[in-house]
């Protein structure tokens, strides 16, 4: 079982429409979680952290659910400029940042 | 906000050459480099920790007699492609913690590398 799951997608949905992503982690024993955007042919880059508390960026909302080791990424008020694949990645301490990445989510928004 | 480097960002060579791709943290001092790779599709797989001064490490199934890794400096990690096959064609990307907060990886816009 690979230690961080997505569904692969594709979503496609129409611009206005709201999304979400989830991801589920095998090793209890992840510290950190992140979201990171990936546009095609580009490095990823830092979308949001995780929290059990529950993070908002704009339109962007991230939850941690660390009992069913689940978690979610909810976009509202879909833009074109979305459509990119995201990862939900882990991070392991032992010394060092550790990421573990899942394979990511691709998402498509059209007119 | 800290950026980091990388060179070449695409490479082409025949088999059986070795490449070079160097990662370099512009604006800050990296204690530790990671090296990634991601084939189509699929997501990055880490491939090794490099650590100033010391030996990298390396995840399981990766051979570092063929991924060679240099962290010669806080500002430069180097990888080392030896004798390239068409199976080692990947997207090869470095990230770096900076050494004052260990908690943000930044990442390098990635290499490009197809071997014929």
């Known amino acids: 079982r690979k230690e961080v799951e997505q569904d692969p997608g594709p979503f496609n949905v129409p611009e206005g429409a709201t999304v979400a992503f989830n991801c589920t982690y095998s090793?209890?024993?992840?510290?950190?979680f992140f979201w990171y955007r990936q546009d095609c042919r580009k490095e990823p880059k830092l979308l949001m952290s995780?929290?059990?508390s529950g993070n908002e960026d704009g339109r962007f909302t991230a939850q941690l659910n660390r009992a069913s080791q689940y978690i979610s990424l909810l976009i509202r008020d879909s833009k074109l400029s979305d459509s990119a694949t995201y990862l939900c990645?882990?991070?392991?301490?032992?010394?060092?940042?550790?990421?573990?990445f899942g394979a990511g989510t691709r998402l498509a928004v059209h007119p | 906000g800290a950026v980091v480097s990388q060179h070449p960002s695409w490479v082409i060579c025949k088999s059986g050459t070795s490449v070079k791709i160097e990662c370099r943290s512009l604006?800050?001092?990296?204690?530790?480099m990671f090296w990634y790779r991601q084939f189509p599709k699929q997501s990055l797989m880490l491939m090794a920790t490099?650590?100033?001064?010391?030996?990298?490490?390396?995840e399981q199934g990766v051979e570092k007699d063929k991924f060679l890794i240099n962290h010669a400096s806080l500002t430069l990690s180097t990888l080392t492609v030896t004798s390239a096959h068409p199976e080692d064609s990947s997207f090869y990307i470095c990230?770096?913690?900076?050494?004052?907060?260990?908690?943000?990886?930044?990442f390098g816009p990635g290499t490009r590398l197809t071997v014929l």
């Open positions: 990230s770096a913690n900076d050494r004052r907060s260990t908690d943000t990886q930044y």
């Open positions: 090793n209890s024993a992840s510290q950190s």
């Open positions: 995780v929290y059990s």
């Open positions: 990645v882990g991070a392991f301490r032992g010394g060092y940042n550790k990421l573990i």
């Open positions: 604006d800050f001092q990296a204690t530790t």
């Open positions: 490099s650590n100033e001064g010391s030996k990298a490490t390396y």
